[in-house]
Nanobody, 121 residues
Framework: QVQLVESGGGLVQPGESLRLSCAAS????????MRWYRQAPGKQRELVAY???????NSAVAVRGRFTISRDNAKNMVYLQMNSLKSEDTAVYYC???????????????WGQGTQVTVSS
């Protein structure tokens, strides 16, 4: 069993900050790239940011300079620090990770259930 569980979402006003967390648990041998996606109502799911196993990061233009992705390999967690939030950041945010399970070779993609972020005045 491998699970990803997001937390930290909520309702905030424009300009405020949130930090999202995603915890991976289960029979995990290793975790490769971890990603944050988001999906706004009526829109396609989009990649927000990713971080590789050695810490290389990239983020979408829309959030660059405002959001920071990080990870704690010892805890199997990935975070998304969201600053200067805008109304257009409103979406369900999903954690995704490439995970190799114990007893298997190669990585599979796993998804969390998502956490709602609402930015409104």
């Amino acid at each position: 069993q491998v699970q990803l569980v997001e937390s930290g979402g909520g309702l905030v006003q424009p300009g405020e900050s949130l930090r999202l967390s995603c915890a991976a648990s289960g029979s995990i041998s290793s975790i490769n790239t971890m990603r944050w996606y988001r999906q706004a109502p009526g829109k396609q799911r989009e990649l927000v940011a990713y971080i590789t196993s050695n810490g290389s990061t990239n983020s979408a233009v829309a959030v660059r300079g405002r959001f920071t992705i990080s990870r704690d390999n010892a805890k199997n967690m990935v975070y998304l620090q969201m600053n200067s939030l805008k109304s257009e950041d409103t979406a369900v945010y999903y954690c995704n990770a490439e995970i190799e399970r114990y007893g298997s070779t190669g990585y599979s993609s796993y998804w969390g259930q998502g956490t709602q972020v609402t930015v409104s005045s």
